[in-house]
Every structure is written in structure tokens, then in C-alpha cells.
């Protein structure tokens, strides 16, 4: 193991010794190839460069508690991947391609899966590019495969379920309806990511996207999908133009099993001034707490019209939650949900 600051990790990019890439060409992928060179070559006209033909996938590898390294739901990465290469119209590798050039990429960087003992994991970023040159506004032919990874800790450091505040930007949209949100490419990220850095410089962790149509309608933060506690409920919202989150679903799965009501509905904002808890959710972190929102006309308003308070650390039934994802994802309980693949490294 190599001998990192594990515990000063955020999550930011740590150089790793070697990418894994598969290229897709006259009808087929090419064997992966593992290099230790990350600069790849693209010719200038690569339609990834002009059209955004790009989407990524996200995923943890963890040291259990065992000293087994476990991806988790690594196949619902690779069906997502699948389904925005879909909607680019992008050659996309087959679920069982995905994972093998994943699981070669912990494989090939064992050495910077964190200690156990630690919050860090080793963070993998599937991405998939049009690659051939082009210049007429077309979906690429050609398409590249690459498979990143990266140890990181949380947003918090070493810490977890650290409280942040959140700005609902109604004057700012993430995806429009029947539009792309619901895919992870690259140009959501890319519409986000001037009202984020608004959001950022006035002081706040997340940025609350509402729905672009009546922007009366929680969707979802800029790289986190939402949820709240109200009482014994879980609400998220249902919505078209929101991310499937893997550990969205997970949390739903967990907190039936925990015997609360989960409930997947059109959320307005006002219903923030009724429920217990908030909380993003996602990879990089499982939950975030979110112990303020406020609401404003303009991300660039100084004040906020309304102003909503939760409680000011992470609530019981938000951490009982988190605590079986981590439970399940490091091996200390029992994967009843068979989520967990093991790398044999
Ligand atoms: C916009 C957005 N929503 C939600 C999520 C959470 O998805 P997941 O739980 O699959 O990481 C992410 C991160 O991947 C994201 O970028």
C-alpha cells in the first residue's frame, strides 16, 4: 500500500499509476489496453471536443473490514453508461466489458485502495467519449473507453456527515423537461457549473435545482440527488430530469427495510418548511446533511427570500441510513441486498 495521507483526502484528484481504455472502431471494441500514460490522443476534430459528446459514471472500491476490497453495484453503473450512451447515440461497452476494465483498474492500482480504517476509498471514473475527427453536427462513430481511478476522502476531509447549507436557484436550470438531466453526461455538468461557482463564492456546500418548467419543484443539487425525512418517510422527488442515483435507490431500499415509508413524488419547495431532515446523496459521500436552504429570486441576490432550517447535525434516521451503506459497502453487515462484488486483490 502506498503511503499516502489517507486521512488528509478530500475528494480531489490523486495521480494512480496506470488508466485502463478500450477503443471502439469499425464495429468493435479493441482489447483493453493498461497504460501508465494518461494523456490520450484525440485528433482536434474528436466530436467529444465540439458537440460534448461525453458521459461518465462514478463508483467506490473499499478495504472491508476483512481486508477484501468490494466494489459496490458496479453493474448499475455500467446499465446507466449504457442507457446515456443511449441517448448520445455513443457505441457504449456491454455490462460485463465495464466491469472487467473496472475491476482491472483496482486490480492495477491496489496499491491506493485506503486503509479500512479510514473514510477514504478509491473513487473509479468510467468515461466514454466520441473520439473519431468530424466536423457535421452528428453523433460520433468511433467512441473511447476509459477507466479511471483515484483515492479520495469526502468533501469534508476525513470527516463525515459534516452539516453544509444549500441556495435554491430558481433563476438558473439544470435540465429542461424532456431534455437530458436524466442521463450523466457531460453537458449537465457543464450547464452547472457557472450558478455552482455563484453558489460557492457566497459560501454555500450545494446548489438545489428546481424544476424548469414552474420552478415550484425540487429536483436535485448540481451532483447529488435530494431526499428528506418527514416523520417515518423518505421523500425524493420524481422527476423525469433528475440523475437515477445508485445510492438513491440503495437508500430506499435500505430505509424499507428499516420499516420507514418511501415516497417518490413531485416535492414543492414550500413542503421544506414541514420535513425533519434533509440530506444530498450520492458516491462521493452516501449523505450529506444539509442543515440550511435558502431560497432566493436570484442566485445573485444578496438576500434570501425565505430561509429554511433543519437540524444541525446529521438527524437519527439519516444516520441509521448512512450507517448501513457504509455497513454493507466496508463488511461490517451482511450484503442482504447481494450489492457488493468482490476484487480479488
Ligand atoms: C447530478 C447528480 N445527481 C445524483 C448523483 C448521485 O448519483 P450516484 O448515487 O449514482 O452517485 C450524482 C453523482 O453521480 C450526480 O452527478
Redo the contacts with the bound molecule.
Keep these: 500500500m502506498k503511503n499516502l495521507e489517507w486521512g488528509k483526502m478530500s475528494f480531489s484528484y490523486t495521480k494512480t499509476d496506470y488508466i485502463v481504455y478500450s477503443t471502439f472502431k469499425d464495429g468493435a471494441w479493441s482489447a483493453p489496453v493498461i497504460s501508465s500514460d494518461f494523456n490520450i490522443a484525440l485528433s482536434a476534430y474528436a466530436g467529444v471536443l465540439h458537440y460534448g459528446s461525453s458521459c461518465f459514471?462514478?463508483?467506490k472500491a473499499f478495504r472491508g473490514v476483512d481486508g477484501k476490497v468490494r466494489l459496490f453495484r458496479p453493474e448499475?453503473?455500467a446499465k446507466?453508461m449504457i442507457r446515456s450512451a443511449k441517448f448520445l447515440d455513443l457505441a457504449a461497452p456491454s455490462i460485463e466489458q465495464f466491469v472487467q476494465m473496472c475491476v482491472m483498474a483496482v486490480e492495477k492500482n491496489a496499491e491506493y485502495i485506503p486503509p479500512y480504517e479510514t473514510t477514504a476509498s478509491l473513487y473509479l471514473r468510467p468515461l466514454l467519449i466520441g473520439s473519431n475527427p468530424q466536423l457535421g453536427i452528428r453523433s460520433s462513430a468511433e467512441s473511447t473507453f476509459i477507466v479511471m481511478a483515484s483515492p479520495v476522502g469526502t468533501y469534508s476531509g476525513d470527516k463525515i456527515l459534516v452539516p453544509g447549507t444549500a441556495v435554491i436557484a430558481r433563476n438558473h436550470d439544470?435540465a429542461a423537461p424532456n431534455g437530458s438531466?436524466s442521463y450523466?453526461i457531460g453537458a449537465?455538468?457543464a450547464q452547472?457549473l457557472h450558478p455552482y461557482n455563484l453558489a460557492h463564492r457566497q459560501g454555500y456546500r450545494e446548489l438545489l435545482f428546481t424544476d424548469a418548467l414552474t420552478h415550484k419543484y425540487i429536483e436535485?443539487?448540481?451532483?447529488?440527488?435530494f431526499f428528506a425525512i418527514k416523520g417515518n418517510t423518505y421523500i425524493t422527488p420524481d422527476s423525469d430530469s433528475?440523475?437515477?442515483?445508485?445510492?438513491?435507490?440503495?437508500l430506499r431500499t435500505v430505509a424499507k427495510d428499516l420499516g420507514m415509508n418511501v415516497e417518490m413524488r413531485h416535492i414543492p419547495v414550500t413542503e421544506l418548511a414541514e420535513v425533519d431532515e434533509v440530506n444530498?446523496?450520492?458516491?462521493?459521500v452516501v449523505i450529506t446533511p444539509i442543515c440550511r436552504i435558502d431560497d432566493k429570486v436570484r442566485l445573485e441576490d444578496e438576500n434570501p427570500c425565505h430561509v429554511y432550517n433543519f437540524t444541525q447535525e446529521c438527524g437519527v434516521k439519516s444516520r441509521a441510513l448512512y450507517d448501513q451503506i457504509i455497513g454493507i459497502q466496508k463488511g461490517t453487515l451482511e450484503d442482504r441486498f447481494g450489492w457488493v462484488m468482490f476484487v480479488d486483490c
Design positions: 459514471e462514478g463508483m448499475e453503473n446507466r439544470r438531466g450523466k449537465n455538468y452547472s436535485e443539487f448540481g451532483s447529488s440527488n433528475v440523475l437515477p442515483s445508485i445510492t438513491n435507490a440503495s444530498s446523496c450520492g458516491t462521493a
